[in-house]
């Protein structure tokens, strides 16, 4: 058992409505803590400056990732590689640090699930000083991937070009002329490309064949044929054709609309912005699968369970009251538990002849008789004194015989009860 403790006391400075507010922030605080560990925030933010999506600087692809988006593509960032398996297509946007084979590796697996486009980086980017915003860079220069072990029969050259790109009805201008990137090498069908020749985006010409890309214009839509067709891969040689850079010019923004629609060509309008080769990725943990369906319903349940617990304790706050006993102290305690324990049992019949019994050597001793007499003895003498005091009263041994005979709970009660009356009388 237990009680309120008071608003206010002397010896607590504390009320009830203060602690129950702590407690409620320091649960709301643990649960936000422990569903910003599971979902990443905790991990840093993406834009840092480097050439992804979550960058924000020139050498970013942030604004093609929400001009997507706002063409009603289904857009994620992905810092885990489970997703890279999603059907789609996967924007790869590696530094120029990054490990060949494990682009290969990717883009392999790939081939079987989605298409893939690839953007080779160019820009050296730095911090851009105490004016920038964050995410904001300053080119210092640029420097050709070196992936050794993925395309190695492509190579990759930057140098000044026309200034200008153009595809099939499309044309714009690229924002730095001296320093762009092409690429050259065997199974590369041009998608775009400069005044001067050079290839700046092309997609793999192997075992599939992709009307859509060689009609940028997306009029048709392709789809494998079979299981041995592969999905296309694409190459885009020049980052500024795509990277916030290049963005900011309309011309750009409706080749990289087409580029992507040729690509997806029949497959879901999903695109996947990967993080991992650029060095934001994670590896999943229990805190994230517990903010993940189908485990989220399981971590609900905890918390309502928490939630409940701590309501039960709120109600138990303050000094618990003192404890009764379960059992009270006298006569009338015993006999009432007794008699509950007989009730339950349904044994009430084996009571019937030793109350009877009690009941004589009661009235045998207020009588005076002699202990040693026999129970006939003692009930005919009792019967002789009832009939002097009380000649209109049953005789006390027919009053004993019928409770001994006795067998529903009515008549024993009804029995007992007259044989207690008669004994009250002969008290008097």
């Known amino acids: ?9 002397p010896g607590n400075p504390f009320s009830v409505r203060t602690v129950l507010a702590l407690v409620l922030f320091g649960a709301a605080v643990f649960v936000a803590l422990l569903w910003m560990i599971g979902s990443g925030l905790a991990s840093g933010p993406a834009n840092n400056g480097g050439s992804h999506a979550g960058g924000k600087g020139l050498n970013g692809y942030a604004a093609l ?17 489970e997703t890279l ?9 590696p530094p120029q640090n990054a490990k060949g084979e494990d682009i290969e590796q990717i883009v392999a697996k790939r081939r079987r699930i989605g298409p ?5 980086p160019k820009w050296m980017a730095g911090p851009a000083g105490k004016n920038g915003k964050r995410g904001w860079v300053q080119l210092g220069g640029s420097a050709a991937p070196r992936w050794q072990g993925f395309l190695d029969q492509v190579s ?14 499309l044309s714009g201008a690229l924002p730095v002329p001296a320093t762009v990137e092409t690429g050259t090498g065997r199974g590369l069908e041009p998608l775009v490309m400069d005044r001067n020749g050079g290839l700046l985006a092309a997609y793999l010409q192997d075992d599939g064949y992709y009307p859509a890309l060689e009609r940028i214009a997306l009029q048709t839509a392709w789809e494998p044929g079979d299981e041995d067709d ?18 900011a010019g309309k011309e750009n923004a409706l080749l990289a609309d087409r580029l992507v629609a040729a690509a997806l ?38 918390l309502l369970a928490a939630l ?82 009380l000649p209109a009263s049953e005789p006390f041994s027919t009053l004993a015989a019928r409770l001994r005979a006795a067998s529903r709970p009515l008549a024993i009660l009804r029995a007992a009860q007259a044989l207690h009356s008669l004994e009250r009388t002969l008290r008097r």
């Open 65 to 81: 990732a929400q001009f997507l988006g706002k063409r009603g593509y289904a857009v994620s960032l992905s810092r885990s590689a």
């Open 265 to 302: 060509g029949g497959a879901p309008r999903k695109v996947v912005f990967d993080l991992t080769l650029n060095g934001l990725g994670r590896s999943a943990n229990l805190l994230t699968l517990a903010f993940t369906p189908p485990y989220l319903a399981a971590t609900l349940c905890l």
């Open 230 to 247: 592969l999905y296309p891969l694409i190459v885009v040689f020049e980052p500024d054709l795509l990277d916030n850079y290049g963005m």
């Open 116 to 120: 893939t486009l690839v953007v080779t």
């Open 1 to 9: 058992m237990s009680g309120r403790a008071s608003p206010a006391s």
């Open 308 to 389: 409940a617990v701590g309501w039960r304790a709120f109600l138990r706050f303050g000094p618990p009251l003192a404890a009764t006993r379960a059992i009270a102290f006298g006569k009338r305690p015993l006999v009432a538990n007794a008699a509950g324990l007989i009730r339950c049992t349904r044994r009430l019949h084996l009571v019937a002849r030793p109350y009877a019994d009690a009941t004589r050597e009661r009235i045998a001793r207020s009588l005076g008789l002699p202990r040693a007499a026999s129970p006939e003895a003692a009930e005919a003498a009792i019967d002789k004194a009832l009939a002097q005091r």
């Open 156 to 169: 990759v050259r930057i140098g000044p070009g026309a200034g200008r790109w153009s595809a099939q009805g």
């Open 85 to 93: 398996d999603d059907p789609g297509l996967l924007i790869l946007t």
